[in-house]
């Protein structure tokens, strides 16, 4: 059975910074590109970050993010620094193979930015 399970999410003041994790188990997680989306109420899922061959950021994120993984650890993080109000959403991580069918997404944490 595929999971992917997310942790690190929270409430964090302005400027601050949040280190997001996603651990997968039951695939092989070198063979797959990893991904951070986010979701707001009314707006559209946003990519935030993939890593496949090369790094892709959203360009909201360009410069205050970054993605990294650890095949070791079956682990891909997202560290967030410099976050905005604007980051408020639920952060999901995705685990695919592109041109395949191995889809696999989180469940998502909430991530909230708030004085």
């Known amino acids: 059975q595929v999971q992917l399970v997310e942790s690190g999410g929270g409430l964090v003041q302005p400027g601050g910074s949040l280190r997001l994790s996603c651990a997968a188990s039951g695939i092989i997680f070198s063979a797959y590109a990893v991904a951070w989306y986010r979701q707001s109420p009314g707006n559209e899922r946003e990519l935030v970050a993939r890593?496949?061959?090369?790094?892709n950021y959203g360009d909201s994120v360009k410069g205050r993010f970054t993605i990294s993984r650890d095949n070791a650890k079956n682990t891909v993080y997202l560290q967030m620094n410099s976050l905005k109000p604007e980051d408020t959403a639920v952060y999901r991580c995705?685990?695919?193979?592109?041109?395949?069918?191995?889809?696999?997404w989180g469940q998502g944490t909430q991530v909230t930015v708030s004085s």
């Open positions: 890593m496949s061959r090369g790094v």
């Open positions: 995705n685990a695919n193979v592109q041109g395949s069918s191995f889809d696999f």
